[in-house]
T-cell receptor, first 112, second 114 residues
C-alpha cells in the first residue's frame, strides 16, 4: 500500500521555465511533508518542508504547496536550472511515528 | 560539522551470507533511521533508533535487524542474504526523529548479492 505517490516517473523542462513536481498521499494522519533531491551516488539532500498548518512555504527558487483537502502537495522550481536535474522525492510523516514515508521519486531533467 | 558517514560504500556478498552495515550520524544527532532504496520502489523505511531504542520499524522480514550504540552510531544486519536484498541502503540522522526535524542522509552502502 503506497501511502505516498509520485505518479510522474520523469519530467523534462526547459532551462528558465517552471518545474512542477507532484505528490499525492492517502493517510490523513500525515502532518509534515518534505522534499528531497537526490543525485546519483549520493544520499538525498533536504530541500524544503511544510507543516499541515500551512498551505505554502517558500525558500528561494523552491516553493511547496499543500492542499490538505485533496491530499496533494507540489514543488515548484522557478526558474529551473540545469543543476536542478536530479531525482526528487516527497516524504510524509505523522506525529509520534518517528518515520517518513517516501514516494518513488520523479526524475527531473532541465534542458539547457 | 561532518555529515552522516556510512561504511562500507560498496559490498558484494553471496546468497546465504550475512552482512553488517555501519552508520555514524552527525554529531549531536540522536535519531538514526535506515532505508532501503531499490529501482522503482523509492525509499522503504526499515527502522528508527533513538537513544539505543528502536521506536519504529517497517515491513521487512526478521532477517533485517539493527542496533544503536550509546554514541548514537548505528549498525544494521541482514542475515541469510537473498538476491532481492541487492539495494542501496541509506542511513539518515536527525536531532530527535520527530517529524519537525529534517533527516540528513549519508551517501549509502550499495549492496550487491550474487
Amino acid at each position: 500500500d503506497q501511502q505516498v505517490k509520485q505518479n510522474s516517473p520523469s519530467l523534462s523542462v526547459q532551462e528558465g521555465r517552471i518545474s512542477i513536481l507532484n505528490c499525492d498521499y492517502t493517510n490523513s494522519m500525515f502532518d509534515y511533508f518534505l522534499w528531497y533531491k537526490k543525485y546519483p551516488a549520493e544520499g538525498p539532500t533536504f530541500l524544503i518542508s511544510i507543516s499541515s498548518i500551512k498551505d505554502k512555504n517558500e525558500d528561494g527558487r523552491f516553493t511547496v504547496f499543500l492542499n490538505k483537502s485533496a491530499k496533494h502537495l507540489s514543488l515548484h522550481i522557478v526558474p529551473s536550472q540545469p543543476g536542478d536535474s536530479a531525482v526528487y522525492f516527497c516524504a510524509a510523516s505523522a506525529q509520534g511515528t518517528y518515520k517518513y514515508i517516501f514516494g518513488t521519486g520523479t526524475r527531473l531533467k532541465v534542458l539547457a | 560539522k561532518a555529515g552522516v558517514t556510512q561504511t562500507p560504500r560498496y559490498l558484494i556478498k553471496t546468497r546465504g551470507q550475512q552482512v553488517t552495515l555501519s552508520c555514524s550520524p552527525i554529531s549531536g544527532h540522536r535519531s538514526v533511521s535506515w532505508y532501503q532504496q531499490t529501482p522503482g520502489q523509492g525509499l522503504q523505511f526499515l527502522f528508527e533508533y533513538f537513544s539505543e531504542t528502536q521506536r519504529n520499524k517497517g515491513n521487512f522480514p526478521g532477517r533485517f535487524s539493527g542496533r544503536q550504540f550509546s554514541n548514537s552510531r548505528s549498525e544494521m544486519n541482514v542475515s541469510t542474504l537473498e538476491l532481492g536484498d541487492s539495494a542501496l541502503y541509506l542511513c539518515a540522522s536527525s536531532l530527535s526523529g520527530d517529524r519537525a526535524y529534517e533527516q540528513y542522509f549519508g551517501p549509502g552502502t550499495r549492496l550487491t548479492v550474487t
